[in-house]
């Protein structure tokens, strides 16, 4: 075809928009390496785990505290709190993974034995996440060839890179540790799996293909098992079904070369559990060390349905003037009996590229009967049908982790390349070409800045692990916000604050102010301890900043002078850039104070969250509430600087 781009100038391209995904994946999984000292952290377990299998045995090399073992209930949350190693499953005084033992076989085992040197647990899901992201290249390459010759070179190439932040990549990479490994483990290989699927039937049903594709299915399951019903998926579309092709023969040999290995790969992983547990379907849940107490809960719950599918695929973020901007959402209320909500974005706002999938859904039907499509048509069937069973399993979940999006878009991701590759390479479906790749560019755009956002702020790693990178950011983009300031003459400094107390009110906890989000607070405590007195308590979290002793309260009024770092922009802003003393900006930044009557509490600490907002809400009166102690006035000191 004379219009198509050249061969060469297409690999180039490419392999370069390759190059950066892997330059950024190891960017981002390697800047949590000041943090490997801590043994009993998230960052070791599979390097334990391949240490203890080329030891000769399925548990940890690293061996439980003795005071753990000691305890009357090791299990007990409270109780193990600084003694556990952080989720792993204890059982006959030994340490085990509930996750698959997949990467440490696959990749880490190896590794150690050709080079002598442990690899990082953090290095494996970067090469893991770097193998996955080539699969998906080599797939839209090879795709693009077949059946969308006229695709650009650039666009080829920058599909490649909007499917890496698609995959929520960016996001997950940011905590390279015990629970993200085997997640993205998992989708390199059903991104290889896929790609293999491809090649299989693209070849005629080579025997080799099939193989292939049967191995990484059986990896994919020996790191996460639940993703059994995806492999079994992807397998039977290796199965001769349908009528063969003209002057074909049908042959079982491929489908049952492929079969065995996924089975020998399941009968390995039963005989793991059995040769650690003495049972064939134990994977270590029932003896995990988890930080809250989950003996005897269900994991899976059809009643969670509608509230996670909301919030994986609708729920929308809450929005500040202070980069990274958006932030997770989080639900006024949970289902009962949920237990884990960490980091959640709703696809509809941060990944909407991902509409663009049903293009290829409707091209793929529309052309059905072309026997020339039959290998697009089955990888695009088993890449939607991993996610849709992703779906019934993550819906039906006790809780909802960043992580599992990953998960749950895996599969997805190749379907919107696909759909991607139709909208700026195709014009069979387009009514509104223009308009509609605009809108397809758009989409794409709106979801790299969403993944990066969500990525700079997700749980704050990347403030404390590239500080330069995220300072410079938040600099460069909080001056609308400074603009903002200066224009509504808005000013910072401590809070005179006055507070009504109810001489009736309840004994407990009354968040009299607060700033942030739900899941990174400053709050502003009162602790009614009875009628006569109180506490007074400055949080970041649960984590407190100052905790003043019982005051006592001769009449139900207070008066309360509040200073602290979260009453200012964030340290990164351009606010701080007028201040001509570095001490008084220190001060500032790190000083907490309460201050009362004839004394005042204060101390020094950078626990605390940024502000989510210029100011920070306040507990006003409720006729609703009468007898809560709640804020009458509020009033700036003396502004700084």
Request: a positive charge; proline letters at 8%; glycine letters at 8%.
């Amino acid at each position: 075809m004379s219009g198509a781009p050249s061969r060469r100038s297409g690999g180039l391209a490419l392999w370069a928009s390759f190059a950066l995904c892997a330059a950024a994946i190891f960017r981002i999984a390697n800047n949590v390496a000041p943090w490997d000292n801590g043994p009993s952290n998230v960052w070791h377990h599979y390097e334990y785990l391949a240490e203890g299998f080329l030891r000769g045995h399925t548990y940890l090399s690293v061996e439980p505290a003795p005071e753990l073992l000691r305890l009357r209930d090791p299990y007990d949350p409270q109780a193990n709190l600084k003694l556990r190693l952080w989720d792993a499953s204890l059982y006959q005084g030994r340490y085990y993974l509930y996750y698959g033992p997949g990467p440490a076989v696959a990749l880490m085992m190896p590794w150690r034995i050709v080079t002598g040197h442990v690899l990082p647990q953090r290095t494996a899901v970067a090469l893991f996440a770097c193998a996955g992201v080539a699969a998906l290249a080599l797939l839209m390459r090879d795709i693009r060839r077949r059946h969308f010759p006229g695709l650009s070179n650039g666009a080829l190439a920058a599909i490649v890179l909007v499917a890496f932040h698609a995959s929520w990549l960016p996001v997950v990479l940011r905590r390279p540790g015990v629970w993200e490994l085997p997640i993205i483990s998992a989708a390199a290989c059903l991104w290889w799996a896929l790609y293999l699927l491809w090649r299989y039937h693209q070849a005629g049903g080579r025997t080799a293909w099939a193989l292939a594709a049967g191995a990484a299915l059986a990896l994919m399951i020996a790191c996460r098992v639940t993703n059994l019903i995806e492999a079994g998926l992807v397998l039977v579309l290796l199965a001769p079904l349908g009528r063969p092709p003209a002057g074909a023969r049908r042959s079982w040999t491929p489908f049952l070369g492929a079969a065995a290995i996924v089975v020998a790969g399941g009968l390995a992983l039963l005989a793991y559990n059995h040769a650690r547990f003495g049972s064939w379907l134990e994977f270590g849940q029932s003896y995990m060390l988890a930080g809250r107490e989950i003996r005897g809960m269900s994991r899976l719950n059809p009643s969670f349905i509608p509230f996670n599918a909301w919030t994986y695929l609708w729920s929308l973020p809450d929005f500040g003037p202070y980069f990274p901007f958006v932030h997770a959402t989080w639900p006024e209320s949970f289902p009962e009996g949920y237990v884990g909500y960490e980091a959640m974005y709703g696809a509809r706002f941060a990944m909407p590229v991902h509409l663009l999938g049903f293009f290829a859904v409707v091209w793929c039907f529309r052309v059905r009967s072309d026997p020339a499509t039959r290998g697009i048509g089955t990888v695009v069937a088993a890449a939607a049908g991993s996610s849709l069973f992703a779906a019934a399993i993550l819906f039906c979940w006790q809780g909802a982790c960043s992580r599992y999006i990953a998960e749950l878009f895996a599969g997805w991701t190749v379907v919107t390349s696909v759909g991607l590759m139709i909208v700026f390479g195709s014009d069979v479906i387009l009514r509104s070409r223009r308009t509609t790749r605009a809108i397809a560019a758009a989409l794409a755009c709106w979801t790299i800045a969403c993944v990066w956002l969500a990525s700079a702020e997700f749980r704050g790693f990347m403030k404390q692990t590239n500080p330069r990178t995220y300072t410079f950011l938040a600099h460069t983009l909080d001056y609308p916000s400074q603009w903002a300031i200066r224009a509504r003459g808005i000013s910072f400094g401590p809070l005179d604050i006055d507070v009504r107390i109810p001489g009736a009110g309840p004994r407990g906890e009354t968040v009299l102010m607060a700033t942030g989000f739900p899941d990174k607070a400053n709050q502003l405590i009162l602790d009614r301890v009875d009628g006569d007195h109180v506490r007074l308590i400055l949080n970041g979290n649960e984590d407190s900043v100052i905790e003043t002793p019982r005051i006592t309260v001769p009449t139900d009024r207070m008066h309360i002078r509040l200073s602290a770092p979260w009453l200012y922009p964030p340290p990164e802003h351009p606010y701080w850039d007028h201040f001509q003393d570095p001490a008084r900006v220190i001060e500032l930044q790190t000083g907490f104070s309460l201050g009362l009557e004839r004394i005042v509490y204060q101390t020094h600490s950078m626990h605390y969250f940024d502000a989510s907002d210029y100011e920070p809400q306040v507990r006003e009166p409720s006729p609703a509430s009468p007898d809560s102690p709640c804020v009458e006035a509020v009033r700036r000191v003396a502004p700084d600087p």
